[in-house]
């Protein structure tokens, strides 16, 4: 697996000059990648889980397995990302990914067969693998020319799935809503195709300006390599983030609405989520500076799980909020502390080895979580005893990533 050229050695001057005068400008473009290939593409369907369980008749453990096709998608584009970094800029894949999700989504508006919804699924992690890899690549690199704000980019970046989780929050209610003036026979169509538009729309933008960051791919002689032992406690810290983290952004919702919470507070409920999320890269990104192993993932899987078991305790509306904006708050925040855990232990041209070695262990752990958490959820307990599960993995993870020590 291969990383492209540091910056310096192939940039074009006006790109490195932009890059050097504007990067939260250019951090905040790569940032709709995250938008894309996080925020809308897979954390939408939390809000469309249960309009489609509604109409369609699936069980939590056919939806869960939605989310688990979504990831296995994920888990093949991680793999196959860096060997497209090998003949082509960053920009392909993540421009190229961003499309296919887009394509993909709005082509979920037009079928209602479970097998067809679970390819196009696979589709879009694939897609999202693509994106997301390419993008934190792109980020990592632009952190690297502003040592003092790497942490703030790179949040930055990862926190463009906040504005994705707000743009859902307020698109699907709106596109459901009209879909059911009109008697729509399945008005969740209507929100995957406004959802596939807007993707389409965000692509455009991000492809503008993302070009003006080096993504040339490295010189032969120049891969980086990648060696597995020295980070094992961190991937597999990271690899119970993934198992317990898609959990909640998959069920929450239906959670909260099997408990009686009414459509509007759901709304608001997931719109603070989005903005804790794009908060976020402010709030960690000192601590993503200061430390060089495994002390953030663990400090924020630990927090995380804290804000994952709050809905299973209690239907108090304050806490439930407290945990949607703790969970919101953190759990990007994880994907980045392995950005940071790459960038401050690998040399540059290694980069791109480290964080697909991340995303594939991540997208293992999702491929796991959805189902495990559907399969409780129709038994005794429901979907409280489901998320009780994924607060105890993410525990798992914290002790785990707290073994992780710097190189």
Not at 69 to 81: D, K, Q, S, V
Not at 126 to 138: D, E, N, T
Request: hydrophobic share 55%; net charge positive.
């Amino acid at each position: 697996m291969t990383e492209p050229l540091h910056p310096s050695h192939s940039a074009h001057p006006a790109n490195q000059s932009l890059a050097m005068r504007r990067p939260f400008l250019l951090a905040l473009a790569l940032s709709l990648g995250a938008t894309i290939s996080l925020g809308l593409s897979r954390f939408s369907y939390a809000l469309l889980l249960p309009a489609m369980r509604d109409d369609l008749g699936w069980s939590y453990f056919l939806s869960g397995s939605m989310n688990t096709g979504n990831a296995l998608g994920y888990f093949i584009g991680a793999l196959l990302t860096p060997l497209l970094m090998r003949h082509c800029r960053a920009q392909t894949p993540l421009v190229g990914g961003a499309l296919l999700a887009g394509v993909v989504m709005m082509l979920s508006g037009f079928v209602v067969d479970a097998n067809l919804l679970m390819a196009q699924r696979v589709l879009a992690g694939v897609a999202s693998a693509f994106v997301f890899i390419a993008g934190g690549v792109l980020a990592a690199r632009l952190g690297s020319l502003h040592p003092g704000r790497a942490g703030l980019l790179i949040g930055i970046y990862y926190g463009g799935t906040g504005f994705g989780i707000l743009l859902s929050a307020l698109l699907v209610p709106f596109a459901l809503s009209s879909a059911a003036l009109r008697a729509a026979a399945h008005p969740w169509q209507w929100a995957w195709v406004a959802l596939g538009a807007v993707c389409l729309l965000a692509t455009v933008v991000m492809a503008l300006v993302v070009a003006r960051i080096d993504g040339t791919p490295a010189a032969r002689g120049t891969q980086g390599h990648f060696r597995i032992r020295p980070f094992a406690y961190g991937l597999a810290g990271y690899l119970m983030f993934g198992v317990g983290y898609i959990a909640y952004m998959t069920f929450v919702i239906a959670l909260l609405k099997e408990q009686g919470m009414r459509p509007e507070t759901i709304t608001w409920f997931y719109a603070a989520l989005g903005v804790a999320v794009m908060a976020s890269s402010r709030i960690w990104a000192g601590m993503l500076d200061h430390f060089n192993g495994g002390q953030s993932m663990a400090i924020l899987n630990a927090l995380l799980g804290v804000a994952t078991i709050l809905p299973a305790l209690t239907q108090f509306a304050p806490l439930v909020f407290l945990s949607g904006l703790l969970f919101g708050a953190i759990f990007l925040s994880v994907v980045a502390s392995t950005t940071a855990l790459v960038r401050h232990n690998l040399p540059a041209h290694a980069w791109s080895a480290g964080i697909s070695a991340f995303t594939t262990v991540f997208a293992f752990g999702q491929i796991i979580g959805p189902s495990i958490v559907g399969w409780i959820a129709d038994g005794p307990g429901g979907l409280q005893r489901g998320l009780i599960f994924s607060a105890l993995a993410l525990f798992i993870g914290a002790a785990l990533a707290s073994r992780q020590r710097a190189l």
